[in-house]
Nanobody, 126 residues
């Protein structure tokens, strides 16, 4: 059993920054590739960024490339999403998810993820 808890969401002006954190329970965090997804009202959940078990490989959706950075600290069992130059269209509930393979996370298929957090709301005002 793995529990994921997101934090760091909130209200920010366009052009501002936020850092999201996802804390994982257990002692096997390093065995999982991680992804950040987001879901805006009325839209499907989409993959934003992914990171491999070691942190060597990363993936970013075209819509956030150059603005967002995913990282992880396997000692603290935490994955981060640094979000800069935020836009109103970034407004969504952000979820972290875990799977044992990086390739599976990169597919962006929500049904393929083994574990999900409950989400943290990011609201970007114009």
């Amino acid at each position: 059993q793995v529990e994921l808890v997101e934090s760091g969401g909130g209200l920010v002006q366009a052009g501002g920054s936020l850092r999201l954190s996802c804390a994982a329970s257990g002692r096997t965090f390093s065995n999982y590739a991680m992804g950040w997804f987001r879901q805006a009202p009325g839209k499907e959940r989409e993959l934003v960024a992914a990171i491999s078990r070691s942190g060597v490989s990363t993936y970013y959706a075209d819509s956030v490339k150059g603005r967002f950075t995913i990282s992880r600290d396997n000692v603290k069992n935490t994955v981060y999403l640094q979000m800069n130059s935020l836009k109103p269209e970034d407004t969504a509930v952000f979820y972290c998810a875990a799977d044992q393979t990086f390739s599976t996370v990169m597919t962006g298929k929500t049904s393929g993820m083994d574990y999900w957090g409950k989400g943290t709301l990011v609201t970007v005002s114009s």
